[in-house]
T-cell receptor, first 116, second 113 residues
């Protein structure tokens, strides 16, 4: 089966600009996750969707970050305006959605963002 | 707040050496535990997971992990590492009944041929 797709793979922007990332999960996967991984740290969950509904966004900085998953398939994550500390790899993952607490997550290649 | 600690940030071993990577978590209730691995140039992928039952779980490529509830630990082991095990290893915890997945900071393993 095809894996989780993400684009772009790399992005360089200046602070205060906006940026958007796109994720296409594995076909049929109901649950979708966005993570932020800062250099030297583990992935930090930003938001989790079940189909097109948000089930957890407690760690999403909502003043600048937004995410949507229209039609329960693809998802976009946006940052507006970007800050220097947003430089990180943004990972998208998906899972089947049968049991959100115990499922294997399948990760995409990530988008590496550099904010200058 | 819940947290996951991986004390070994960098580990260097020779081939055939035994491996043990530590993972400790802070949460007193039911937990689901995972080890993920990222090989150079590849995506994060699941190595093994524990939900309940036998506290010794076996994963892919000869890896195993032991859940010790009294120590809040889920250490990863392999009796004999290979050069191809060079990767970054992440421990992750999902506190039972929540949607929050928390990852450790990772351990970079380098195996010398």
């Amino acid at each position: 089966e095809a894996g989780v797709a993400q684009s772009p793979r790399y992005k360089i922007i200046e602070k205060r600009q906006s940026v958007a990332f796109w994720c296409n999960p594995i076909s049929g996967h109901a649950t979708l996750y966005w993570y932020q991984q800062i250099l030297g740290q583990g992935p930090k969950l930003l938001i989790q969707f079940q189909n097109n509904g948000v089930v957890d966004d407690s760690q999403l900085p909502k003043d600048r970050f937004s995410a949507e998953r229209l039609k329960g398939v693809d998802s976009t994550l946006k940052i507006q305006p970007a800050k220097l500390e947003d430089s990180a790899v943004y990972l998208c993952a998906s899972s089947r959605g049968g049991d959100r607490y115990q499922e294997t997550q399948y990760f995409g290649p990530g988008t590496r963002l550099l904010v200058l | 707040a819940q947290s996951v600690s991986q004390h070994n940030h960098h580990v260097i071993l020779s081939e055939a050496a035994s491996l043990e990577l530590g993972c400790n978590y802070s949460y007193g209730g039911t937990v689901n535990l995972f080890w993920y691995v990222q090989y150079p140039g590849q995506h994060l992928q699941l190595l093994l997971k524990y939900f309940s039952g036998d506290p010794l779980v076996k994963g892919i490529k000869g890896f195993e992990a032991e859940f010790i509830k009294s120590k809040f630990s889920f250490n990863l082991r392999k009796p004999s590492v290979q050069w191809s095990d060079t990767a970054e290893y992440f421990c992750a915890v999902n506190a039972g009944g929540t949607y929050k997945y928390i990852f450790g900071t990772g351990t970079r393993l380098k195996v010398l041929a």
